[in-house]
């Protein structure tokens, strides 16, 4: 296993961590200026926020900092109660591989959707097995113009007290499942980001993981799961904070050979979200280099 | 699948559903007067609930109205940081089973525990494959026990998001396997409860409810999943108002050999705890009979 404790060169921070400072939303631009002040060399950042500041000056950015992507946040949401809405999705997602793949990210990840509608608390038919199904069909398409783009799209499994509003997908096994039904040969452009968050409860993660293998584990995402968790989207914990065995968790992760960026995720409307983004900033890198 | 539509017969109440009406704590003696007035045959109580009227006096009333018990809540919580912590889960789940028994309970449900301490915010540990070890070895040791009073129990997968501070045993398929290590012929005295709040999501249900058969399958509770979901604990829905599909589920449990009660375990603090219990069972008989 790596050792972090010596600098933070693996650390990246997806964007949507300090995308509000201060109770405020923070512009890109801000933010990545602020990642570059202390060195880090990765981010992952958010479709709704590349495009508030324009691709082209994020990607001159980005250059000019020398800062990489450890992916692009994000693709998914197929679902849809009727063929204009399957097909605006696929439209949608072929838009986000255009994007990541100019921002020269290593994959885009993909939050699949569940039942159309439940994110508005109106969900417009409750059978999640026509969700999953619609969801596979997505990928499937999505992964033919990836394929052509060359652009890995990786699937996240999302907790299972997500599972009717934002993935059907919810453990490491069923996205694993997924891959292989339609990337049998592993072929590198198809795999998982896997968020500590949404599988660290799972009774066979360890043995998921190895599964997975170095082909598959297209991204490692970070935080920490709180006692007690005042909510079910935006009250995830720094980490060292609650009590997901990290530095355990990527002891198997890069046992199966993954050698990339951790990625700092973070969604907290309590605490994280109402603090200045440099403490924020320095308190990420700290516990990457103490607790990941 | 049997007809439910024609009347109540298959209801029962676990008493969790209606313990605090218009905001309010109501003794169990009440909640037994409110399910017997309207003819519901089952209750599922909660042992709080008895020990605050007298065991000996629920006994009697149960046998006056002719209310039988779907189950009895619970025991379980069997993690500790120490010896004495475990020995003192093993004693308290022995009483749990003698109190089952006194009530005719046909099983004691097992809600396990998971990380000692994370319920009050301060876990004691992290390491949550300790906490499922000392889960397997207080199953083991309170089975003993059970068979010989002839109480059988039912361990109870609890949702991912309360692995950390309620029960680390997390899907069907970890019950299941638990199930076969400790109770490989199927004795009848070793089983799951099958709360479709908790397992919904799954998309190995169908599979792992087939699995599981008749001799596993020693209760099964409805309610539904809400979106938004509020609350992690306390924010469940009434069958109808979610996005579970009930009938499918109950399809597969009873085409899986399960005939008992189809049991009401509601716990909501934003909306049903407020009304008046008679509206609660009124609705939940309603309910009973059209989306169950």
Known sequence: MRDFSKGHEWLS????????????????DRIIDQCAERGIRAISPWRDQVAAVGIDKIARQLK????????????GFFPAPDAAGLQAALDDNRRAIDE???????????VVGALPGA??????????????????????ASLEYAGQVGLPL???????????????????????????ELDPSRSGMLGVALDIYHVWWDPKLQQQ????G?????????????????????????MGDGVVELKK???????????????????SVFDWWKRAGEETLDICIERHRTVV
């Not at 508005?120 to 097995?129: C, P, Q, R, S, T």
């Open 13 to 28: 921070i997806n964007t949507a961590t300090i995308r509000k400072q201060h109770g405020a939303e923070v512009p890109l």
């Open 64 to 75: 000019a900092h020398g800062i990489g992507l450890s992916g692009y946040c994000r693709g």
């Open 100 to 110: 990541a793949k100019l921002l020269g990210a290593p994959c885009l990840v993909l």
């Open 119 to 140: 994110l508005d608390g109106k969900a417009l038919y409750k059978d999640i097995g026509r969700a999953r199904g619609e969801v596979r069909d997505g990928i499937a």
């Open 154 to 180: 990786a699937i996240e499994p999302l907790h299972p007290m997500q599972a009717a509003d934002r993935a059907c997908i919810n453990t490491l096994e069923h996205a694993l499942d997924l891959c292989d």
């Open 209 to 212: 993981i190895a599964r997975a």
């Open 214 to 238: 170095k082909e598959r584990l297209l991204a490692y995402h970070v935080c920490d799961w709180l006692t007690p968790t005042r909510d079910l989207l935006s009250d995830r914990g720094m």
């Open 249 to 267: 968790v990527r002891g198997w992760v890069e046992g199966a050979g993954f050698a990339g960026f951790s990625e700092v995720e973070i969604f």
